[in-house]
T-cell receptor, first 113, second 114 residues
């Protein structure tokens, strides 16, 4: 079945550092890909998405490109802030799997001043 | 719209008691998902519905768990009897349409079984 693998955390960075969180997936067909963010005590919020190969999703300085050839959707941000400290989840949703929304294990990011 | 609404936000119950978690999806959404989040197991999909019909309940851990969606505006997740290992945060999410659309999450219900 569909699955998502993302790098384990925690990832600890200094403010203004470059952030990359790796995400790879296994799926039948061509799913849509998502990044969600979860702040402490809250539900998940959509950060960005891409619905077809080579699409780039972007939001709040974060970017991710849908790479079909490497089945990847890595999240990047050029200069992180303390407020970016959160847990980040990669997810996919495919018609072949009945439009189920499948998440990776999450990556905790801690940005220090 | 007020977003996905879950109740209660916190629930503390004794082992063996019945627990019912409630979810009101965003109006017009036709998919509803129930997830469980723990430190050990991460975010697990328990069950999801499309147009009020359960599509996949393979993530429901055992027969003590049941979920219903009697109409487009309401869903419940019931645990009977509850056990300490059921302690977790339970999230409900809804979406409109299929694969290209994102799901919107509620604030979650933190369940503690003592």
């Amino acid at each position: 079945g569909d699955s998502v693998t993302q790098m384990e955390g925690p990832v600890t960075l200094s403010e203004e550092a470059f952030l990359t969180i790796n995400c790879t997936y296994t799926a039948t067909g061509y799913p849509s890909l998502f990044w969600y963010v979860q702040y402490p005590g809250e539900g998940l919020q959509l950060l960005l998405k891409a619905t077809k190969a080579d699409d780039k999703g972007s939001n709040k300085g974060f970017e991710a490109t849908y790479r079909k050839e490497t089945t990847s959707f890595h999240l990047e941000k050029g200069s992180v802030q303390v407020s970016d400290s959160a847990v980040y989840f990669c997810a996919l949703r495919g018609k072949a799997a009945g439009n189920k929304l499948t998440f990776g294990g999450g990556t905790r990011v801690l940005v220090k001043p | 719209d007020a977003g996905v609404i879950q109740s209660p936000r916190h629930e503390v119950t004794e082992m063996g008691q019945e627990v019912t978690l409630r979810c009101k999806p965003i109006s017009g959404h036709d998919y509803l998902f129930w997830y469980r989040q723990t430190m050990m197991r991460g975010l697990e999909l328990l069950i999801y519905f499309n147009n009020n019909v359960p599509i996949d309940d393979s993530g429901m851990p055992e027969d003590r768990f049941s979920a219903k969606m009697p109409n487009a505006s309401f869903s419940t997740l019931k645990i009977q009897p509850s056990e300490p290992r059921d302690s977790a945060v339970y999230f409900c999410a809804s979406s409109w349409g299929g694969m290209n659309t994102e799901a919107f999450f509620g604030q979650g219900t933190r369940l503690t079984v003592v």
